[in-house]
């Protein structure tokens, strides 16, 4: 950009998409910037029914294979054989005294990123050079969403299911560096979009505001349990849930008025439910280095342990659905990304006959 551009507000705004991957221009790949702004010059995408309908839709294809699906088990640990994978033993976390279970199988795919598969999931005295790089690898930002419930569609106010990017301030470095927001800190920058108005199912409207948060704001908390986090905890969301709101309001008069609902996730919410490290909502952080690891790829150094997801390629959910292909590809054999490619053309084909 230094190269190309001298106005340093046109620099800001050409820069003004990386909370797409969560990290200001000074720490990402140029990269992975051009793909994805690049990818929203036809629009973005949206799943109708919302984010469960990606699952929806695979599920019954996963039982026409022969599989079958299993949810509410948290995986403790990578079953290995004379130092080959051979399956998983699992926690029942809907019933906390049921005995632990055991899963074997002749191939492990693991999505649960390659932090919590390196250094959580294979047995700690497994010899692993990745184990401490992993460690020590810079981490990814954390996030704070408000997740608004609202009385009247937000069109009245003009808007029509688009992204915003509102910053106050040109600096995008400064966002995540300054302190983290609080009442008297408020905050630089944030996303605002509406699910409601991207997707033609939706039964009511509905908006979502994204921050970044610095984790230790929140890491007192980190060992008690989710719900029971204290008074001092829900008071703190309730102050970073205002400043948001009147962040937008400042922006767009009128939308304070339409909310009938409010309920903010911090850092905690996501490393409780999605189990990411600091609750960083994008994993490993992007940055040039991380193209160079080892560790980011479908292949593990144990014999029939893979990764998918955002943590063999790229991030996002584009990124964690081509890392599945690219982990099926290598599990297809030679020249196996070509052959699910192909097999994806047909398919496209079929489908636009269709139509
Ligand atoms: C609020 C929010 C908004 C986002 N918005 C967007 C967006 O608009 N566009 C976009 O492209 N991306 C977005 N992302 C990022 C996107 O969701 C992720 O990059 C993507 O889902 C990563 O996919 P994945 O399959 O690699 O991992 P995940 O979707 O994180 O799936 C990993 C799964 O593994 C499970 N798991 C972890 N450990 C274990 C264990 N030990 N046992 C059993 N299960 C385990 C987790 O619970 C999780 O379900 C958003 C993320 C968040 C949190």
Same mark, same amino acid.
């Given at each position: 950009?230094?190269?190309?551009?001298?106005?340093?507000?046109?620099? #800001?705004?050409?820069?003004?998409?990386?909370?797409?991957?969560?990290?200001?221009?000074?720490?990402?790949?140029?990269?992975?910037?051009?793909?994805?702004?690049?990818?929203? &010059?036809?629009?973005?995408?949206?799943?109708?029914?919302?984010?469960? $309908?990606?699952?929806? #839709?695979?599920?019954?294809?996963? @039982? =026409?294979?022969?599989?079958?699906?299993?949810? =509410?088990?948290?995986? *403790?640990?990578? %079953?290995?054989? /004379?130092?080959?994978?051979?399956?998983?033993?699992?926690?029942? *976390?809907?019933? $906390?005294?049921? !005995?632990?279970? *055991?899963?074997?199988?002749?191939?492990?795919?693991?999505?649960?990123?390659?932090?919590?598969?390196?250094?959580?999931?294979?047995?700690?005295?497994?010899?692993?050079?990745?184990?401490?790089?992993? =460690?020590?690898?810079?981490?990814?930002?954390?996030?704070?969403?408000?997740? %608004?419930?609202?009385?009247?569609?937000?069109?009245?106010?003009?808007?029509?299911?688009?992204?915003?990017?509102?910053?106050? *301030?040109?600096?995008?470095?400064?966002?995540?560096?300054?302190?983290?927001?609080?009442?008297?800190?408020?905050?630089?920058?944030?996303? %605002?979009?509406?699910?409601?108005?991207? !997707?033609?199912?939706?039964?009511?409207?509905?908006?979502?505001?994204? #921050?970044?948060?610095?984790?230790?704001?929140?890491?007192?908390?980190? @060992?008690?349990?989710?719900?029971? +986090?204290?008074?001092?905890?829900?008071?703190?969301?309730?102050?970073?849930?205002?400043?948001?709101?009147?962040?937008? @309001?400042?922006?767009?008069?009128?939308?304070? !008025?339409?909310? @009938?609902?409010?309920?903010?996730?911090?850092?905690?919410?996501?490393?409780?439910?999605? #189990? /990411?490290?600091?609750?960083?909502?994008?994993?490993?952080?992007?940055?040039?280095?991380?193209?160079?690891?080892?560790?980011?790829? $479908? +292949?593990?150094?144990?014999?029939?342990?893979?990764?998918?997801?955002?943590?063999?390629?790229?991030?996002?959910?584009?990124?964690?659905?081509?890392?599945?292909?690219?982990?099926?590809?290598?599990?297809?054999?030679?020249?196996? &990304?070509?052959?699910?490619?192909?097999?994806?053309?047909?398919?496209?084909?079929?489908?636009?006959?269709?139509?």
């Amino acid at each position: 950009m230094n190269r190309h551009f001298q106005d340093a507000q046109l620099k #800001a705004l050409l820069a003004s998409q990386w909370g797409n991957y969560g990290l200001p221009p000074s720490q990402s790949c140029f990269g992975i910037h051009g793909a994805i702004v690049t990818h929203y &010059f036809k629009g973005g995408w949206y799943p109708v029914g919302g984010a469960k $309908a990606i699952a929806q #839709a695979i599920i019954p294809v996963i @039982e =026409q294979g022969g599989g079958v699906v299993i949810t =509410q088990r948290r995986v *403790t640990e990578i %079953l290995l054989e /004379s130092g080959v994978a051979v399956g998983v033993k699992a926690q029942n *976390t809907a019933h $906390a005294k049921a !005995d632990m279970e *055991t899963y074997f199988a002749p191939i492990v795919v693991s999505d649960a990123g390659a932090f919590n598969t390196y250094v959580k999931l294979i047995p700690p005295n497994y010899p692993l050079a990745e184990r401490q790089k992993i =460690q020590a690898f810079p981490k990814g930002n954390s996030m704070v969403t408000v997740y %608004l419930g609202l009385k009247e569609s937000p069109q009245q106010l003009g808007f029509q299911g688009e992204n915003h990017w509102i910053y106050t *301030t040109y600096n995008h470095d400064a966002i995540v560096q300054d302190p983290p927001i609080s009442a008297d800190n408020l905050p630089k920058f944030c996303y %605002l979009s509406f699910p409601s108005l991207k !997707d033609p199912l939706a039964e009511g409207h509905t908006a979502e505001i994204i #921050a970044y948060v610095n984790y230790d704001l929140f890491s007192q908390w980190r @060992e008690q349990s989710w719900r029971r +986090r204290g008074a001092d905890y829900t008071e703190l969301k309730a102050q970073i849930t205002q400043s948001l709101i009147q962040l937008v @309001e400042r922006h767009y008069p009128g939308f304070q !008025d339409l909310i @009938e609902y409010a309920e903010l996730s911090t850092p905690l919410t996501v490393e409780h439910f999605d #189990a /990411s490290d600091r609750g960083a909502i994008f994993g490993i952080p992007c940055i040039p280095e991380r193209l160079d690891q080892s560790w980011i790829g $479908a +292949r593990t150094p144990i014999k029939n342990l893979y990764l998918t997801g955002v943590d063999t390629l790229s991030l996002g959910i584009m990124g964690a659905m081509m890392g599945g292909v690219k982990t099926a590809g290598v599990l297809n054999g030679a020249f196996g &990304f070509f052959k699910s490619m192909r097999l994806v053309y047909y398919i496209c084909k079929i489908i636009l006959c269709d139509l």
